[in-house]
């Protein structure tokens, strides 16, 4: 290792930590780290850099923030430790000069329509206690608790639609879509078929009911009992036009109770959607959408609802409780006991939410609500959310580790966050980031850098010390991306740097959804494409939402499908006839169980156990290819059921995982492990990284074909059998496509990509824009969502929305060729994309942000 300022031998005496600075790390063994040593100094900004699967996450997660967790938990009681989800103890044989650390990792918005910005950042508590105590309430009514003021709790969620806002409910348009039938021909469309129908039809008749006229002669007295009475009479019913049938008990049900019945209680999912397609979805009509019960509703403050104030943009609510808080304490002191608006406790609790507020402005977010839900907010909004939730807490002498703060981010966005680093840090504070952008990692105090390689290939620290010395350093693969040595992404026509031209175009007008209104957008085919724009602009909307919506529903009417999907909002497409195929490459999990892999997602597991299963040991004992499955009876161990470990609790310490005890890890029975295939049973072979087994079985097609795609966008340092969910959101995608590049092209396919490059060093977005260029020089489309400039300058094509993010977004700012885009006057993206295509130089971009890291590191 290369150490620009210190070297230390452990059998010298240390220097005393508080004395020198620095966090010492010897002997660290997680993961893929060769028995690493390293000095990272403290109260600086330090970046880890490498490769995809270097070992840098292991280094400043896996075992500084881990060790740092460990030691707190050593001081909580044992019983109390019980009770706290804790992390792993490192290998490592030593870590001096360590102060407490906090972990900021990228994480998705869970999938809860409950969680908002508000509840993400506890700005929605603030917000029920100034309603709760400084509101303006109803003469004659009683003071509420803030729990009244929440849609998450029994308290205060409307009885209608329980806290969600939106109301399922069934009307008659659309429970009877065509008025014109009588109830005998069909009118009633909810109704269940075959005799169900035939029996309430007949209990009708029997009740008087007129069944053959149009349904809209029918007066409406008896339309409306017909459909939603609550009455269930039981009345003898003889079946009509059927002399030979005896009469009989029959029940009634109206339409309403039978579509809420078949959805609470039918067991048959094919049922359920069935109903649900004639029933409304929309806000709830007693609270309006707010999920709050009128009692909540009633109070307000600077003449607001709490609804209305969660539903406006953090700069508005900036606005109207500013002037609350520039009110004196003298003028508020005589007022101290009454509740009212201008009265202390509102002064108090206002002058702490504009501060919490300010933050996240300061961070760009001021285009969110409080009440915006947090699925729908890109992983840099959320990243940001979580940053501001740290800034304002005011913690001194901590060590902050974040993965890829600027990941998700447009340069404009990270340019304020880069601010907020330096605030974390000239607070008192160590700031340890995981980072990939170079224009961050030029701008730290110290840079460690891990490689050379990834997986097997990595693990050794190549360089410590202050950014510029990694130019020495000739083994790095950062270095020549850090100090602009000319290496770029691929760029046109088979890396040729020739911008190709549409071979057709797909028109979208008058496209509406959230923050896109009214929008006419034109999408080359036969090119790359590359969307950009600020956080919040409506990227993921445009090309996720609405793009890959209505051509899916366009691909599903033409191959004849009775059920489209959902429509994406008002809007048309022209020119969708001219795709064959879509596949959207998303972030998402492979899989949410360690039973899930890279091996059975890409199906080279399945090649494999046909192999395992011809060998002549198989055969002899009568073993076919699923005895080499461990997610089935047979062949895996029963004692952990084919998972590799199992759950051991400990009474009054902290419940952890071990190996199984029976297999050892491996999940296979010992009968199973007896069959080798060259050599190697099984778990052996799964133990294997991708370009291991990518010779192993070169001479098996189906796997090869899989090894092949993962190594060419960069994943041969994955173990075939590696857990689903020890993988990023970028190794997923990656997954993804590399199992699509194995498939045999079929016709012209649209790719629709969100963010590929998160996650990945330069180096491997190079392997991956080769890969994203072949698929368009084979006659296909790929639209990328993107923030990397040095990607979207690659491209053959660039769409700009903004200028700003939320209802300050959502138009087209430039559309063209990336020499086009860069020279727009209106596109924030344009400055940022010139320097990328080197019309201007880094030094001279007017926006750029640098740390001040003039400070002597000693």
Same mark, same amino acid.
């Given at each position: 290792?290369?150490?620009?300022?210190?070297?230390?031998?452990?059998?010298?005496?240390?220097?005393?930590?508080?004395?020198?600075?620095?966090?010492?790390?010897?002997?660290?063994?997680?993961?893929?780290?060769?028995?690493?040593?390293?000095?990272?100094?403290?109260?600086?900004?330090?970046?880890?850099?490498?490769?995809?699967?270097?070992?840098?996450?292991?280094?400043?997660? !896996?075992?500084?923030?881990?060790?740092?967790?460990?030691?707190?938990?050593?001081?909580? #009681?044992?019983?109390?430790?019980?009770?706290?989800?804790?992390?792993?103890?490192?290998?490592?044989?030593?870590?001096?000069?360590?102060?407490?650390?906090?972990?900021?990792?990228?994480?998705?918005?869970?999938?809860?329509?409950?969680?908002?910005?508000?509840?993400?950042?506890?700005?929605?508590?603030?917000?029920?206690?100034?309603?709760?105590?400084?509101?303006?309430?109803?003469?004659?009514?009683?003071?509420?608790?803030?729990?009244?003021?929440?849609?998450?709790?029994?308290?205060?969620?409307?009885?209608?639609?329980?806290?969600?806002?939106?109301?399922?409910?069934?009307?008659?348009?659309?429970?009877?879509?065509?008025?014109?039938?009588?109830?005998?021909?069909?009118?009633?469309?909810?109704?269940?078929?075959?005799?169900?129908?035939?029996?309430?039809?007949?209990?009708?008749?029997?009740?008087?009911?007129?069944?053959?006229?149009?349904?809209?002669?029918?007066?409406?007295?008896?339309?409306?009992?017909?459909?939603?009475?609550?009455?269930?009479?039981?009345?003898?019913?003889?079946?009509?036009?059927?002399?030979?049938?005896?009469?009989?008990?029959?029940?009634?049900?109206?339409?309403?109770?039978?579509?809420?019945?078949?959805?609470?209680?039918?067991?048959?999912?094919?049922?359920?959607?069935?109903?649900?397609?004639?029933?409304?979805?929309?806000?709830?009509?007693?609270?309006?959408?707010?999920?709050?019960?009128?009692?909540?509703?009633?109070?307000?403050?600077?003449?607001?609802?709490?609804?209305?104030?969660?539903?406006?943009?953090?700069?508005?609510?900036?606005?109207?409780?500013?002037?609350?808080?520039?009110?004196?304490?003298?003028?508020?002191?005589?007022?101290?006991?009454?509740?009212?608006?201008?009265?202390?406790?509102?002064?108090?609790?206002?002058?702490?939410?504009?501060?919490?507020?300010?933050?996240?402005?300061?961070?760009?977010?001021?285009?969110?609500?409080?009440?915006?839900?947090?699925?729908?907010?890109?992983?840099?909004?959320?990243?940001?959310?979580?940053?501001?939730?740290?800034?304002?807490?005011?913690?001194?002498?901590?060590?902050?580790?974040?993965?890829?703060?600027?990941?998700?981010?447009?340069?404009?966005?990270?340019?304020?966050?880069?601010?907020?680093?330096?605030?974390?840090?000239?607070?008192?504070?160590?700031?340890?980031?995981?980072?990939?952008?170079?224009?961050?990692?030029?701008?730290?105090?110290?840079?460690?850098?891990?490689?050379?390689?990834?997986?097997?290939?990595?693990?050794?620290?190549?360089?410590?010390?202050?950014?510029?010395?990694?130019?020495?350093?000739?083994?790095?693969?950062?270095?020549?991306?850090?100090?602009?040595?000319?290496?770029?992404?691929?760029?046109?026509?088979?890396?040729?740097?020739?911008?190709?031209?549409?071979?057709?175009?797909?028109?979208?007008?008058?496209?509406?959804?959230?923050?896109?209104?009214?929008?006419?957008?034109?999408?080359?085919?036969?090119?790359?494409?590359?969307? &950009?724009?600020?956080?919040?602009?409506?990227?993921?909307?445009?090309?996720?939402?609405?793009?890959?919506?209505?051509?899916?529903? !366009?691909?599903?009417?033409?191959?004849?499908?009775?059920?489209?999907?959902?429509?994406?909002?008002?809007?048309? $497409?022209?020119?969708?006839?001219?795709?064959?195929?879509?596949?959207?490459?998303?972030?998402?999990?492979? !899989?949410?169980?360690?039973?899930?892999?890279?091996?059975?997602?890409?199906?080279?597991?399945?090649?494999?156990?046909?192999?395992?299963?011809?060998?002549?040991?198989?055969?002899?004992?009568?073993?076919?290819?699923?005895?080499?499955?461990?997610?089935?009876?047979?062949?895996?161990?029963?004692? +952990?059921?084919?998972?590799?470990?199992?759950?051991?609790?400990?009474?009054?310490?902290?419940?952890?995982?071990?190996?199984?005890?029976? +297999?050892?890890?491996?999940?296979?029975?010992?009968?199973?492990?007896?069959?080798?295939?060259?050599?190697?049973? $099984?778990?052996?072979?799964?133990?294997?990284?991708?370009?291991?087994?990518?010779?192993?079985? #070169?001479?098996?097609?189906?796997?090869?074909?899989?090894?092949?795609?993962?190594?060419?966008?960069?994943?041969?340092?994955?173990?075939?059998?590696?857990?689903?969910?020890?993988?990023?959101?970028?190794?997923?995608?990656?997954?993804?496509?590399?199992?699509?590049?194995?498939?045999?092209?079929?016709?012209?396919?649209?790719?629709?990509?969100?963010?590929? &490059?998160?996650?990945?060093?330069?180096?491997?977005?190079?392997?991956?824009?080769?890969?994203?260029?072949?698929?368009?020089?084979?006659?296909?489309?790929?639209?990328?969502?993107?923030?990397?400039?040095?990607?979207?300058?690659?491209?053959?094509?660039?769409?700009?929305?903004?200028?700003?993010?939320?209802?300050?977004?959502?138009?087209?700012?430039?559309?063209?060729?990336?020499?086009?885009?860069?020279?727009?006057? !209106?596109?924030?993206?344009?400055?940022?994309?010139?320097?990328?295509?080197?019309?201007?130089?880094?030094?001279?971009?007017?926006?750029?942000?640098?740390?001040?890291?003039?400070?002597?590191?000693?």
């Amino acid at each position: 290792m290369q150490n620009a300022k210190h070297t230390y031998d452990l059998q010298d005496p240390a220097p005393t930590p508080a004395a020198d600075g620095f966090v010492r790390v010897r002997g660290a063994r997680e993961n893929n780290l060769r028995n690493v040593d390293v000095d990272v100094p403290r109260d600086a900004i330090v970046a880890f850099t490498g490769v995809s699967g270097s070992g840098k996450s292991s280094l400043a997660f !896996g075992t500084i923030y881990a060790e740092a967790q460990r030691r707190y938990f050593e001081s909580v #009681a044992p019983y109390a430790r019980r009770l706290i989800q804790q992390g792993h103890n490192p290998k490592v044989e030593l870590i001096s000069g360590l102060p407490p650390a906090v972990a900021l990792q990228q994480r998705r918005g869970a999938p809860s329509s409950r969680s908002t910005v508000g509840t993400v950042t506890t700005l929605s508590n603030s917000l029920r206690m100034l309603f709760s105590r400084a509101g303006t309430y109803p003469e004659g009514s009683t003071q509420l608790d803030s729990d009244a003021f929440s849609p998450n709790t029994a308290a205060g969620a409307c009885r209608e639609c329980h806290g969600l806002g939106v109301a399922h409910t069934v009307t008659e348009s659309s429970l009877v879509p065509d008025p014109s039938l009588s109830i005998r021909d069909g009118a009633i469309a909810a109704w269940p078929g075959a005799w169900q129908g035939k029996n309430l039809r007949d209990i009708l008749t029997h009740l008087g009911y007129d069944v053959d006229i149009p349904w809209r002669k029918l007066p409406k007295k008896h339309r409306d009992w017909i459909l939603f009475t609550e009455e269930q009479p039981v009345v003898e019913v003889t079946p009509q036009r059927d002399r030979v049938a005896k009469p009989y008990k029959g029940r009634y049900w109206s339409a309403r109770s039978y579509v809420l019945h078949t959805l609470a209680d039918s067991q048959s999912a094919s049922m359920r959607d069935r109903v649900l397609a004639y029933m409304e979805s929309g806000p709830c009509p007693r609270c309006g959408g707010s999920g709050l019960r009128p009692e909540a509703l009633a109070v307000t403050f600077a003449g607001r609802t709490i609804a209305e104030l969660n539903a406006v943009p953090m700069t508005e609510l900036a606005e109207i409780i500013r002037p609350t808080t520039e009110l004196s304490s003298a003028g508020t002191a005589s007022r101290k006991q009454s509740s009212g608006e201008s009265n202390e406790v509102a002064v108090a609790i206002t002058r702490d939410l504009l501060h919490r507020v300010t933050v996240l402005l300061d961070l760009g977010l001021g285009y969110l609500a409080l009440g915006r839900s947090t699925p729908t907010l890109s992983p840099g909004e959320m990243q940001r959310l979580r940053i501001a939730t740290q800034l304002r807490s005011g913690l001194f002498g901590v060590i902050y580790v974040l993965d890829e703060p600027s990941a998700g981010l447009h340069p404009a966005d990270a340019e304020p966050l880069l601010a907020v680093l330096e605030q974390l840090k000239s607070s008192g504070n160590s700031v340890f980031v995981v980072e990939h952008n170079m224009d961050v990692v030029r701008q730290a105090d110290w840079l460690v850098d891990v490689g050379p390689r990834a997986g097997e290939g990595g693990g050794e620290v190549l360089y410590s010390g202050p950014v510029d010395g990694l130019a020495e350093v000739e083994a790095s693969v950062t270095r020549p991306y850090l100090f602009d040595d000319g290496v770029q992404p691929p760029r046109g026509r088979a890396g040729t740097g020739q911008v190709r031209d549409a071979t057709e175009w797909l028109e979208m007008s008058g496209i509406t959804r959230h923050n896109l209104r009214g929008l006419d957008v034109r999408f080359p085919l036969g090119v790359l494409t590359a969307v &950009t724009g600020v956080s919040g602009s409506g990227k993921s909307t445009l090309v996720g939402g609405v793009l890959g919506g209505l051509v899916g529903s !366009g691909l599903q009417a033409q191959a004849g499908q009775d059920e489209p999907s959902e429509a994406p909002g008002p809007g048309a $497409v022209a020119g969708s006839h001219r795709i064959d195929r879509l596949v959207t490459v998303d972030q998402k999990p492979i !899989g949410r169980t360690p039973r899930s892999n890279l091996a059975t997602y890409t199906g080279l597991f399945d090649a494999v156990r046909k192999e395992f299963a011809a060998t002549e040991q198989a055969r002899a004992r009568g073993f076919g290819a699923g005895r080499f499955s461990f997610n089935v009876a047979g062949g895996r161990c029963e004692t +952990c059921q084919g998972e590799g470990f199992v759950a051991v609790e400990l009474l009054f310490l902290p419940g952890s995982y071990g190996p199984c005890p029976e +297999c050892g890890g491996s999940r296979y029975n010992p009968e199973t492990l007896e069959v080798e295939y060259r050599g190697l049973n $099984v778990a052996q072979l799964l133990a294997m990284t991708v370009d291991a087994a990518s010779e192993f079985l #070169a001479d098996v097609p189906a796997a090869a074909r899989s090894l092949k795609s993962l190594r060419d966008v960069g994943l041969g340092y994955l173990r075939l059998g590696q857990p689903a969910t020890e993988l990023s959101g970028g190794e997923a995608q990656r997954i993804k496509l590399a199992t699509e590049l194995q498939r045999a092209q079929r016709g012209h396919t649209l790719y629709l990509l969100d963010e590929p &490059t998160t996650g990945l060093h330069p180096a491997d977005v190079q392997l991956l824009m080769a890969q994203l260029h072949g698929l368009v020089d084979a006659g296909n489309s790929v639209v990328v969502v993107e923030h990397d400039m040095a990607v979207v300058a690659g491209a053959d094509w660039v769409i700009d929305l903004g200028p700003s993010g939320g209802d300050k977004g959502g138009a087209v700012m430039a559309a063209g060729t990336p020499a086009v885009v860069a020279t727009s006057a !209106g596109s924030r993206t344009a400055p940022y994309l010139a320097a990328a295509l080197g019309q201007e130089t880094a030094s001279q971009h007017p926006g750029k942000f640098r740390f001040d890291n003039t400070k002597a590191m000693s």
